[in-house]
């Protein structure tokens, strides 16, 4: 009987542990994915990224505008979904947006800022 109990133990254990794990990494992409599909969002960054990285800084902040109303119409909706994911995206939307729209914008700001702006989108939980 003890040995029925040990080998019960020894299989439960570590299934118990592995399926912990995988818990949380389902409970972190759940939490990502929370705010929905960002994947147009992202297709706007890029087109920024790539018109400012060819210093036509007067495309990219046409093409910025595009971004802010898109993540403007979709914020009522996404704040209540994930406040603190919503936040890191803002926080750097609002960086990117001041970066490219700065009275004379220079690669060595907007670059930094522009990435940092996808990487939030990328991963907004930070997980």
């Known amino acids: 009987m003890k040995k029925i109990l ?3 133990a020894l299989v439960l254990v ?3 542990a592995v399926t912990t794990v995988q818990l949380s990494f389902v409970s972190a992409a759940q939490a ?3 705010l ?3 994947s147009p969002m992202i297709v706007i960054v890029t087109d920024v990224q790539k018109s400012a990285a060819t210093g036509d800084f007067a495309k990219a902040a046409t093409r910025i505008t595009d971004w802010e109303t898109a993540w403007d119409d979709a914020a ?3 704040r209540p979904l994930n406040k603190g994911a919503w936040g890191k995206i803002d926080d750097a939307s ?3 947006l001041d970066a490219v729209r700065a009275k004379s914008p220079d690669a ?3 670059t930094p800022a522009l990435a940092a702006l996808l990487a939030a989108l990328n991963n ?3 997980i």
Do not use: R, W
Request: glycine share 12%.
């Open 76 to 78: 009522d909706k996404m």
């Open 124 to 126: 907004p939980t930070g």
């Open 36 to 38: 929905g599909d960002l």
């Open 108 to 110: 060595a700001t907007v």
């Open 14 to 16: 570590p299934v118990g």
């Open 94 to 96: 609002d960086a990117a």
């Open 32 to 34: 990502a994915a929370s």
């Open 6 to 8: 040990l080998a019960t």
